[in-house]
């Protein structure tokens, strides 16, 4: 599974995860990882968007956000999807698929 972070200075993580993401490996990620690229591209004034995946509303996630002081912004319930993350990702899935041959998987997590 691709896992990226982009902002409007472009893409800030990418990285790829065997298996399936839940709410521990999510938080793992975004504290570990793109929070300290976030604040490296843009500061400590920024939003913090994502969908409505189980792995990003569970109640112990929300609440790190809110601990971390982080601005996260509100994502309605059936929307639209119209988060440029899901063009990003599609060419990340493109291009790891490429290069899957001739480098080895790393389990991340």
């Known amino acids: 599974m691709i896992r990226m972070a982009i902002s409007s200075k472009g893409v800030l993580y990418f990285c790829c995860v065997r298996g399936s993401i839940n709410g521990d490996k999510y938080m793992n990620i975004v504290r570990n990882h793109v929070l300290s690229m976030i604040y490296i591209a843009h500061g400590s004034s920024f939003v913090f968007q994502q969908d409505n995946a189980t792995c990003h509303k569970r109640l112990d996630v929300l609440g790190s ?43 991340l997590w």
């Open 65 to 107: 956000f809110d601990l971390l002081g982080m601005d996260v912004m509100e994502w309605p319930a059936c929307s639209p999807d119209f988060s440029p993350i899901e063009n990003v990702e599609n060419i990340g899935k493109r291009v790891f698929k490429c290069a899957e041959n001739k480098y080895s998987y790393v389990n």
